[in-house]
């Protein structure tokens, strides 16, 4: 027996922001050549009274509405960055919401980027030591929340969205093996210092500027994109190697490379680092931008659509933390 990714949903917020609309914002940036570069043309945020639990509830109704028995789920994981309250879990609160039953596990985890490649192990492991036939994985985010109003490059780049993916016990096993990487070493290159347990919120607190049209606070999110970048370029492609060599399987056999959707230059010289064609190497920014820990189902989820038969595909999470996760799926229909 194994597991497989039986389907998934996403789920946007309904305020819509363009490019033209952060042009009136930031008028003296040359949003064409951002567009060209980093392949964004929108992203979706939430309302002031919206949150990563409102838009996590909707996607999992959607795949209820498909008609998966919720009566089925043995247990919820919940990856996000924005949870509704510091302590309770909040998957405790999509279990009340969402109807399921009482006898199931249900717990939060915090990742960023790397979260769907994690839940997805953890979702096959809950599976194959038969603690659960059905796992519901959630992930959430609202970074628009964290971000400072003045941050044109954070602005710019992430986007709020939810997804709800059902891992299933299966004949099969259509999840492969996954590899797990962390440097906490560079835990601040990407941080919101204020808020939690170490330094409290703070009102009064002093705004920074850094590169051209930023501005944050120890208050907002903070992303130094230059060490991100080399982070990224300099572990992930052997690190997409190792991911390989765990699954027993060649570069040739993969019918496409899915890696988180962080930004288009960053996505095309890993590429070019791989020596991976194009039309094996999906990227897919422009509506929706960088939704963190969503990216990858959202992908997934889009690139389905258009499969009849079967396909091996790596997938890549990396980011804060510094955190990077990653392993092989099989999949031979739309999700």
Not at 198 to 212: A, I, Q, R, S
Not at 326 to 332: A, E, P, Q, V
């Amino acid at each position: 027996m194994g597991c497989k990714i039986s389907a998934i949903e996403y789920c946007f917020p309904e305020t819509k922001v363009t490019n033209q609309d952060l042009k009136k914002e930031f008028p003296d940036y040359d949003f064409l050549n951002f567009e060209k570069k980093v392949g964004i043309y929108a992203r979706y945020i939430v309302k002031n009274n919206e949150t990563g639990f409102n838009l996590a509830r909707a996607a999992s109704l959607k795949l209820f509405e498909r008609g998966v028995d919720k009566n089925q789920i043995d247990y919820i994981l919940y990856c996000t960055q924005s949870p509704e309250y510091l302590l309770p879990t909040t998957a405790c609160i999509l279990q009340d919401e969402l109807g399921l039953r009482k006898g199931i596990g249900a717990l939060d985890f915090n990742l960023g980027c790397s979260g769907y490649t994690y839940g997805l192990s953890m979702g096959k492991a809950l599976i194959e030591s038969k603690q659960a036939k059905n796992v519901l994985l959630v992930t959430t985010e609202t970074y628009s929340k964290f971000i400072h109003p003045g941050d044109r490059t954070n602005r710019s780049i992430f986007g709020d969205a939810a997804t709800a993916t059902l891992i299933v016990e299966s004949e099969e096993d259509n999840i492969g093996n996954f590899v797990f990487g962390t440097d906490g070493s560079g835990y601040d290159k990407l941080i919101v210092k204020n808020g939690a347990s170490k330094h409290k919120y703070d009102k009064n607190c002093l705004v920074k500027e850094y590169g051209t049209d930023n501005k944050y606070t120890d208050n907002h999110l903070y992303m130094n994109g230059p060490e991100v970048f080399n982070f990224t370029s300099s572990v992930i492609p052997n690190f997409t190697k190792e991911i390989l060599a765990k699954n027993f399987i060649d570069k040739e056999s993969i019918s496409q490379f899915i890696f988180h959707q962080a930004n288009a230059f960053m996505l095309n010289f890993m590429r070019k680092r791989l020596k991976i064609t194009e039309e094996k190497f999906y990227i897919n920014l422009k509506d929706g931008g960088n939704t963190v820990s969503n990216t990858i189902p959202i992908a997934l989820k889009q690139y389905s659509q258009n499969i009849n038969k079967s396909e091996d595909i790596i997938l890549v999470g990396f980011g804060v933390g510094l955190s990077w996760s990653g392993g092989l799926i099989k999949i031979s229909n739309a999700l």
